[in-house]
């Protein structure tokens, strides 16, 4: 069963336009949520991150938003650059654990 | 560079070997985090060391073993090796194994045939 569910495994946009990668979660109990980016032949990397007590969150050109009653966050990139490019990881958990739950990812590319 | 250190970076092996896997986490962390991404799967949690003594189990086989060492360093043990555990390991590592980001290494490519 999986927990943390991105359903779209790839997105394109063009360059200076928003990019929207969407995850969704069942767990109730999540109380932290963090986005990773990763690209190909690296380690994922820490993005940004929302608290349960939050719904939303910015950094940059980079926007978390968190809807607790649809147990959905979005993270919202303004605007894209090609080096944006890379696959997208959505994570969860709870309880202040650091055994992150990962969706399997959204590749993102973004066209010149 | 995340400061996390793996190696080897990538391992062909066949069927029924025993592989280890090393990782050095960043200066400082003490919590070292062992994640396994298959082709079809997202990043799946299988084990964490915080100071030399386990953490948190995931989805870890019993052929699958780890360690965290006196210096921090841990080594993720995979043994009767399958075809299907071909994948990319990743290990990741925090300060304290609680409520902070982890820092991903740059994985171990195994390939089992």
């Known amino acids: 069963d999986q927990q943390v569910k991105q359903n779209s495994p790839s997105l394109s946009v063009q360059e200076g336009r928003i990019s929207i990668l969407n995850c969704d979660y069942t767990?109730?109990?999540?109380?932290?949520f963090l986005w990773y980016k990763k690209y190909p032949a690296e380690g994922p990397t820490f993005l940004i991150s929302?608290?349960?007590?939050?719904d939303k969150n910015e950094d940059g050109r980079f926007t978390v938003f968190l809807n607790k009653s649809a147990k959905h966050l979005s993270l919202h990139i303004v605007p894209s650059q090609p080096g944006d490019s890379a696959v997208y990881f959505c994570?969860?958990?709870?309880?202040?654990?650091?055994?992150?739950?990962f969706g399997k990812g959204t590749k993102l590319t973004v066209n010149p | 560079d995340s400061g996390v250190t793996q190696t080897p970076k990538h391992l062909i092996t066949a069927t029924g070997q025993r592989v280890t896997l090393r990782c050095s986490p960043r200066?400082?962390?003490?919590?070292v985090y062992w994640y396994q991404q298959s082709l079809d799967q997202g990043l799946q949690f299988l084990i964490q060391?915080?100071?030399?003594?386990?953490?948190a189990k995931g989805n870890i086989l019993e052929r699958f073993s780890a360690q965290q060492f006196p210096d921090l360093h841990s080594e993720l043990n995979l043994s009767s090796l399958e075809l299907g555990d071909s994948a990319l390991y990743f290990c990741?590592?925090?300060?304290?194994?609680?409520?902070?980001?982890?820092?991903f290494g740059e994985g171990s490519w195994l390939t089992v045939v």
């Open positions: 200066s400082g962390d003490l919590s």
């Open positions: 990741a590592s925090s300060v304290t194994g609680t409520g902070n980001t982890i820092y």
């Open positions: 929302i608290s349960s007590i939050k």
């Open positions: 767990n109730s109990m999540f109380d932290y």
């Open positions: 060391y915080y100071n030399g003594e386990e953490r």
């Open positions: 994570a969860a958990s709870e309880g202040g654990s650091e055994k992150l739950v």
